[in-house]
């Protein structure tokens, strides 16, 4: 892995787990932060996220797929050697995950970005000329292809564990899949269902 792409890496799981941390004094009551919502019965989320690495144009995306329950149904995540921007990686996160869902044979999905600006250009579409355009177009083939679907902007908080998965490839590793959750991602999952009232 070349240094700049290392360090790179170490910064982000820093920061991560940072987030993850409460402060030594803080009860964790305390929190007030919004929580991963459970879909409907009979409905599956998908959470989507995108890493650009704006020095080397590259990025990857994560994607995780959870049942009405919050239980991991897939994971995946992907490298991409060449990338545009931020918001391009954001939207074929978007894309990687209906794919998925769609491969499973799910039908009524949920889909999340973190992403307001995908959300944003997803919600109008028809009326404007965005350079994700043809990735959106692509996602509404594939929302066509469902019995239902539903396309909405979580917190970053709510869309940890896609995040955590879209770390998990580089360069050398370009695909992850995951039928069991990883490690990485098993204390989010649990704090996701399990949230702290406040």
């Known amino acids: 892995m070349p240094i700049r792409v290392a360090v790179q890496w170490a910064v982000d799981l820093a ?22 919502e459970r879909p409907p019965l009979e ?7 995108g890493a650009f690495y704006d020095q080397q144009w590259k990025g990857a995306t994560g994607v995780v797929l959870r ?26 996160a978007c894309r990687d995950g209906l794919a998925m869902a769609l ?17 944003r250009l997803w919600q109008v579409r028809d009326q404007q000329r965005s350079s994700v355009m043809s990735i959106l177009k ?25 995040h955590a998965l879209a770390k998990q490839v580089t360069c050398e590793t370009r695909v992850g899949w995951w039928s069991i959750a990883p490690a990485c991602v098993s204390g989010l999952l649990s704090s996701d269902c399990n949230p702290p009232y406040n």
């Not at 993850?20 to 009860?27: A, V």
């Not at 409905?43 to 996220?49: E, G, L, Q, R, T």
């Not at 490298?79 to 939207?91: I, K, N, P, Q, V």
């Not at 039908?107 to 600006?117: A, M």
Request: charged residues 25%.
């Open 15 to 36: 920061l991560d787990l940072g987030q993850l941390m409460e402060s030594p004094g803080e009860p964790a009551t305390a929190r007030s932060e919004p929580c991963w």
């Open 43 to 49: 409905w599956f989320k998908c959470n989507a996220d």
């Open 67 to 92: 049942d009405d329950s919050g239980v991991f149904v897939r994971g995946i995540a992907k490298w991409y050697e060449h990338c545009l921007d931020a918001l391009t990686m954001e939207a074929l």
């Open 103 to 119: 491969q499973l044979g799910i039908q009524k999905v949920w889909l999340e970005s973190d992403c307001q600006e995908v959300v």
């Open 138 to 162: 692509e996602i509404k083939e594939l929302s066509t292809l469902f019995q239902e679907f539903k396309f909405s902007f979580p917190s970053r908080s709510c869309n940890r564990v896609a």
